[in-house]
């Protein structure tokens, strides 16, 4: 047999369970081509499910010999390490498989998220965190990591992976949703964008962390040229009151348009959405279109408790109509933990946030990325989501809208991304029809009573 044969034969023993049986099969493969670095990472896969964790990442180290390219193999070895608590040796395999800090706090177990934190043994990433770098003096730099660190961690916990929350929805105008799907005149089709959040209808956009980390309103800093850019969705893609809130025809309520998008319009890993996080040699190498950013539930504070309410969540009915009313008990018991989760570590923000030394102004630039993924309570129901990037409006790519209201960022052309198209319970059948003529994507009305 060739090693080819050996490596497929193990790859059916693993996928079987029978590790011992890969191993043997993975044996004969290296035996046969000692230079298979794909063998060696497979072998150490299964002695990893036997639980010799340093037998493993013996043979990880092989494979990255062999390949020091091989992303999985860092991946892997990076686990083997964590799970023998040698912490400083999973993070530099995390790092060298290319993730951010946020993807690490993600990827770490629970327990020993805090942990690397509190020794220091991510501070090296914020070398490369330009976003840290100008915020921060640098003579202060080593007193504001672990705070800026904490924030991160909690963005890492809001992270939205699981299918089964997905597709989200967005509410928009109808001639929105015609510049994002149907070709113009020229044959062009438009990208969907980032707007700038800081001119929102809502006034406690971004004041809310503050308000609970510093018990007081924190001013706007227009010395400092960062702003967020966002883009924001529910799971709910028939919510009559969004209807009646979003994309009006001349303050008409529920005339727009709810467009839902499918799981790859996201990126799946935990990533910063930040040009400013990233050094110009950390940047993706091919910085296309399909640059993708990961999607983030939000959080609900009451400002005069101070305390967590809510996260953005799918609801029950919603479940009950997609026939996975299964699924409903164990969602709403693992969201109630991140909630107290998501609680319990903001209220140790707030205590490193009391030490003296430390500014006020700094800590809030620092925290922007948490700062608009937190509104205040009286929102809980439109249960949101968001991607969330972080550019300086001095940056070429922002942009200025036509009526010069409004600065954002292209995202992604998004047709190919789109599930279905529902329209407001007032708009017209032949606007429905119309659409799904032009760009054969899945159009309907709703079906929601609205007089």
Same mark, same amino acid.
């Given at each position: 047999?060739?090693?080819?044969?050996?490596?497929?034969?193990?790859?059916?023993?693993?996928?079987?369970?029978?590790?011992?049986?890969?191993?043997?099969?993975?044996?004969?493969?290296? /035996?046969?081509?000692?230079?298979?670095?794909?063998?060696?990472?497979?072998?150490?896969?299964?002695?990893?499910?036997?639980?010799?964790?340093?037998?493993?990442?013996?043979?990880?180290?092989?494979?990255?010999?062999?390949?020091?390219?091989?992303?999985?193999?860092?991946?892997?070895?990076?686990?083997?390490? &964590?799970?023998?608590?040698?912490?400083?040796?999973?993070?530099?395999?995390?790092?060298?498989?290319? +993730?951010?800090?946020?993807?690490?706090?993600?990827?770490?177990? +629970?327990?020993?998220?805090?942990?690397?934190?509190?020794? !220091?043994?991510?501070?090296?990433?914020?070398?490369?965190?330009?976003? *840290?770098?100008? =915020?921060?003096?640098?003579?202060?730099?080593?007193?504001?990591?672990?705070?800026?660190?904490?924030?991160?961690?909690?963005? @890492?916990?809001?992270?939205?992976?699981? =299918?089964?929350?997905?597709?989200?929805?967005?509410?928009?105008?109808?001639?929105?949703?015609?510049?994002?799907?149907?070709?113009?005149?020229? !044959?062009?089709?438009? +990208?969907?964008?980032?707007? @700038?959040?800081?001119?929102?209808?809502?006034?406690?956009?971004?004041?809310?962390?503050? /308000?609970?980390?510093?018990?007081?309103?924190?001013?706007?800093?227009? $010395?400092?040229?960062?702003?967020?850019?966002?883009?924001?969705? =529910?799971?709910?893609?028939?919510?009559?009151?969004?209807?009646?809130?979003?994309?009006? =025809?001349?303050?008409?309520?529920?005339?727009?348009?709810?467009? $839902?998008?499918?799981?790859?319009?996201?990126?799946? @890993?935990?990533?910063?959405?930040?040009?400013?996080?990233?050094?110009?040699?950390?940047?993706? +190498?091919?910085? $296309?279109? /399909?640059?993708?950013?990961?999607?983030?539930?939000?959080?609900?504070?009451?400002?005069? $408790?101070?305390?967590?309410?809510?996260?953005?969540?799918?609801?029950? %009915?919603?479940?009950?109509? &997609?026939?996975?009313?299964?699924?409903? &008990?164990?969602?709403?018991?693992?969201?109630?933990?991140?909630?107290?989760?998501?609680?319990?570590?903001?209220?140790?923000?707030?205590?490193?946030?009391?030490?003296?030394?430390?500014? /006020?102004?700094?800590?809030?630039?620092? %925290?922007?990325?948490?700062?608009?993924?937190?509104?205040?309570?009286? %929102?809980?129901?439109?249960?949101?989501?968001?991607?969330?990037?972080? &550019?300086?409006?001095?940056?070429?790519?922002?942009?200025?809208?036509?009526?010069?209201?409004?600065? *954002?960022?292209?995202?992604?052309?998004?047709?190919?991304?789109?599930?279905?198209?529902?329209?407001?319970?007032?708009?017209?059948?032949?606007?429905?029809?119309?659409?799904?003529?032009?760009?054969?994507?899945?159009?309907?009305?709703?079906?929601?009573? %609205?007089?």
């Amino acid at each position: 047999m060739t090693a080819e044969e050996y490596l497929n034969k193990g790859i059916k023993f693993y996928n079987n369970g029978d590790f011992k049986r890969a191993i043997e099969n993975y044996d004969k493969a290296i /035996e046969t081509n000692p230079n298979d670095a794909i063998a060696y990472n497979n072998r150490g896969l299964a002695k990893y499910n036997l639980g010799d964790y340093q037998a493993a990442i013996d043979d990880y180290s092989k494979a990255i010999e062999i390949n020091p390219n091989y992303v999985m193999a860092y991946n892997n070895m990076g686990v083997a390490y &964590e799970l023998l608590k040698q912490l400083p040796q999973a993070i530099d395999c995390y790092q060298k498989a290319g +993730k951010d800090i946020l993807e690490i706090l993600n990827f770490l177990d +629970k327990e020993n998220r805090s942990s690397v934190i509190q020794k !220091g043994l991510l501070n090296n990433f914020l070398n490369n965190d330009i976003h *840290y770098l100008e =915020t921060v003096p640098e003579k202060d730099r080593a007193k504001y990591a672990i705070p800026y660190l904490y924030s991160i961690y909690i963005i @890492s916990m809001l992270h939205i992976s699981d =299918t089964d929350e997905l597709p989200v929805s967005y509410y928009t105008k109808k001639e929105v949703a015609d510049a994002l799907l149907v070709k113009d005149k020229d !044959g062009k089709i438009g +990208k969907f964008r980032l707007n @700038s959040i800081n001119y929102s209808n809502d006034p406690s956009e971004g004041q809310i962390l503050c /308000e609970c980390l510093f018990n007081k309103k924190q001013e706007r800093d227009d $010395t400092n040229p960062a702003r967020a850019f966002a883009a924001c969705f =529910t799971f709910n893609s028939d919510c009559l009151n969004h209807f009646r809130l979003y994309g009006k =025809t001349e303050s008409r309520e529920c005339t727009g348009v709810s467009i $839902t998008f499918n799981e790859n319009f996201f990126e799946r @890993s935990a990533k910063l959405a930040t040009a400013l996080s990233m050094s110009e040699s950390a940047k993706p +190498k091919d910085e $296309t279109p /399909e640059n993708k950013h990961a999607l983030f539930r939000c959080i609900y504070i009451d400002p005069k $408790t101070q305390e967590v309410i809510s996260l953005g969540h799918k609801e029950d %009915f919603l479940f009950h109509r &997609e026939k996975k009313s299964g699924k409903i &008990e164990k969602y709403n018991e693992d969201i109630k933990k991140l909630t107290k989760d998501v609680s319990v570590e903001l209220q140790k923000l707030k205590k490193q946030c009391e030490d003296k030394e430390l500014d /006020e102004n700094i800590l809030s630039q620092l %925290f922007i990325n948490l700062r608009y993924l937190t509104k205040h309570v009286a %929102f809980k129901e439109e249960q949101e989501c968001r991607i969330v990037q972080i &550019e300086s409006v001095k940056d070429a790519k922002v942009e200025v809208s036509e009526d010069r209201k409004q600065m *954002y960022l292209e995202y992604l052309e998004c047709k190919n991304y789109v599930k279905e198209i529902v329209f407001g319970p007032k708009t017209s059948n032949i606007d429905c029809d119309r659409l799904m003529h032009e760009t054969l994507i899945p159009c309907r009305k709703s079906d929601n009573p %609205f007089a």
